[in-house]
Each structure stands twice: as structure tokens, then as C-alpha cells.
């Protein structure tokens, strides 16, 4: 029998765009044969729209000047809840029977559509809602993964309100304690938006001016030297399994939002081009900071190769990462045989068997 599918994409969310683009390729991709999906976009103002026409109109935005887009909201009650549509002909109620929020960063990412599932008792695609928020937030992240032993950059947190108190003192510490250059980064926020590289002092304030944009809590990191960026794909509720590693060489100095999703001199490599043990000790701790965390159904998990050292650092976790064509993500479980439909497939599978 088919299930129904609600699909969310948009976001009130830095990640807004990205969202939508991923959303498009994961509708194209799902297997009609065991799934209908129901499509609501959520603006970039918060509004919700049940959004019937075609997904090619998804990026930028165009769906909502095509159209059909009808008033929608998610009801959490058990009994009489689902999808609610508010036609001028009266309200529709749409059952379903899973949802795959396809929304990264905040309002999305974070454990708050997570928790509206949960008090619908729907089944979910990804995370759990404590898992969900630890992840987005990086400095707790980072706290765990020193808690756990987990190698990573030296790096510190500080919110807004601390910044105003301690001024210049939090400068010349940051300096001090992480050295230059170094990364300034939103703790909650993803796809490299509001990051800075520092390779002056002098540039710091303006740097975190651009972060706090973006959140009140920043993470800034030291910069590892002479790197490769590597990602690893895992997959799975009890008994997850890690990716052939993929790496990085970005079109620009830092792998940042327009290297990402615009420039396409970024190459990506599948598998990467680090050594064997490396590579397996990127898989092996992806899987080990994949269950401190408490993730299910789907997780990227990102790390540094440094060159000159062989040593593997732990960057950061991503839980709803990019599902677009060029994604690292759907790339690396096609090398290693689990094509696009089935990957989605596999990930619903995986949502039902949580609850």
C-alpha cells in the first residue's frame, strides 16, 4: 500500500534557498511506486502553503508565483490532526502517513519541527528532537566531542551579551587561546552562512558583527593547517553503517555557502584522496560521535585531514544535510550502491521503524 509523504521545504532559515532545491530533487527522486507526496512550502516569513504544482518551479522561490498555493498548517492532535488546508470551499484534512522535513538550519534543523511530529506522533524522516538541537548548536556539539576524547580544533563560544560585557578582553584572548588565522561561525546555523576566516586581528570585530547576524552564540575555531575537508554519509537507526569517505577542495579559501551551492570550480572527491587508515578512522569515529549524539535515519558527519600530519579532526554534524545534485550526501551512498530512489526509500523505512 502507499504511504503519503509530507514533504516541508522553504524555512524561515539562512538555509532557506538551499531547502528548496534540495526538496525539488528529493520529490523527483522518490519512488512513486511506494509513495504520494504532499508538498507545503513555508516562506521565508513563516507562512505555511500546500503547493500542488510543479517542482521545477521549487528554487528560487518561483513556486509561489506559479502556484496552486493554499493556506496550510500541521495539526498535533492525534485524533483528528494531519495536514489541514484552507480552501475557500471550507478546511480539507489530509492524512499522512510520514514526513520528511527537507529544511536545514534553524526552524527546521534544530528539534522544533521535530517536536510538532512528535506531538502529532507522526513518523518522521532524521533526528530526534534532542538530538536535532544538540547537533545544530556547534558549541555543544564541540563540548561533547571533548567530553568523548574526540580529536577537533581548539575553539571557544561566546554569546552576544558575554561579547558586549568583555570587549576587547574577549578579543585578545580569542587571539591568544586559537592563534591566527582562524574561523569565526553562528553556533546554529549551517551551509557556511555567516562564517568568516580572520587572518588579522583587526578583522575579528567585524567578523563576529557578521556571525551575531546570524545567531547570539557564536563558535570561533582555530584553523587547521594545510587540510582536506572530508565528509562521511551514515546511515541507520540501531546498527548504522558509515560511507566510503568523500573530500573537498573548495573553489574558494574555505568551503563557504557560494563554493557550495554556486561555484562550480569546487571538486569533490568520491572516495577522498587521503590514505587508507585515514579514511577508516574517519568512518569509525563518524559512526562513534553519531551515536554520542543520539542520531537516527541519516547524518553527515565532516571532518579535516591534515596533510602534513595524518591526524583526523572532527568538525562538525550535520543532520539534514543537502540532498541537490551536486550534494556530498546522496553522491556518497550512490558510490557505494544506494542509488537515489532507494536512498529515500531506505530513509522513510528507517522513520517508520522509529516509532
Not at 577537533?152 to 578579543?171: C, D, I, K, M, N
Not at 561561525?185 to 547576524?213: H, I, M, Q, R, Y
Not at 571538486?267 to 569515529?285: D, F
Request: charged share 20%; proline share 5%.
Amino acid at each position: 500500500m502507499q504511504k503519503t509523504v509530507l514533504v516541508l521545504f522553504g524555512g524561515v532559515s539562512s538555509e532557506h534557498e538551499v531547502s528548496c532545491v534540495s526538496a525539488q530533487s528529493v520529490v523527483e527522486h522518490l519512488p512513486r511506486d511506494k509513495y504520494t507526496p504532499v508538498l507545503v512550502g513555508i516562506t521565508k516569513d513563516g507562512a505555511w502553503y500546500f503547493y500542488e504544482g510543479s517542482t521545477a518551479a521549487l528554487p528560487g522561490d518561483r513556486w509561489l508565483e506559479t502556484g496552486p498555493c493554499t493556506p496550510a498548517a500541521f495539526s498535533p492532535d492525534r485524533k483528528a490532526g494531519g495536514l489541514l488546508v484552507f480552501r475557500e470551499s471550507g478546511m480539507e484534512r489530509i492524512r499522512v502517513d510520514a514526513a520528511f522535513p527537507v529544511l536545514h538550519g534553524k526552524n527546521g534543523e534544530d528539534g522544533t519541527v521535530q517536536g510538532l511530529f512528535e506531538l502529532a506522533g507522526l513518523p518522521y524522516v532524521g533526528c530526534g528532537v534532542l538530538s536535532s538541537a544538540m547537533c545544530m548548536d556547534k558549541a555543544v556539539t564541540n563540548l561533547l566531542a571533548d567530553t568523548a576524547g574526540i580529536a577537533q580544533v581548539a575553539w571557544l563560544s561566546v554569546t552576544r551579551a558575554q561579547y558586549r560585557r568583555e570587549g576587547a578582553a574577549f578579543l585578545a584572548s580569542a587571539v591568544e587561546k586559537l592563534g591566527l588565522p582562524l574561523f569565526v561561525k553562528p553556533a546554529n546555523a549551517g551551509s557556511s552562512c555567516g562564517v568568516s576566516k580572520v587572518d588579522d586581528a583587526s578583522e575579528l570585530p567585524c567578523a563576529l558583527e557578521t556571525a551575531f547576524s546570524f545567531d547570539e552564540k557564536l563558535v570561533l575555531e582555530a584553523a587547521a593547517q594545510d587540510i582536506l575537508e572530508v565528509e562521511c554519509a551514515v546511515l541507520g537507526n540501531d546498527a548504522p553503517t558509515a560511507s566510503t569517505v568523500g573530500g573537498i577542495v573548495p573553489a574558494a579559501a574555505f568551503y563557504d555557502y557560494e563554493a557550495k551551492y554556486i561555484d562550480a570550480g569546487s571538486e569533490l572527491q568520491v572516495p577522498a584522496h587521503i590514505p587508507k587508515a585515514a579514511a577508516e578512522t574517519v568512518r569509525a569515529t563518524a559512526l562513534t560521535i553519531y551515536a554520542l549524539m543520539g542520531c537516527r535515519g541519516l547524518a553527515r558527519v565532516d571532518f579535516f585531514y591534515e596533510k602534513a600530519t595524518g591526524r583526523v579532526l572532527f568538525n562538525e554534524l550535520n543532520t539534514m544535510p543537502g540532498f541537490t545534485s551536486i550534494s556530498m550526501y546522496p553522491k556518497l551512498q550512490a558510490y557505494d550502491g544506494v542509488e537515489y530512489g532507494a536512498l529515500l526509500d531506505r530513509l522513510l523505512l528507517l522513520a517508520l521503524e522509529a516509532r
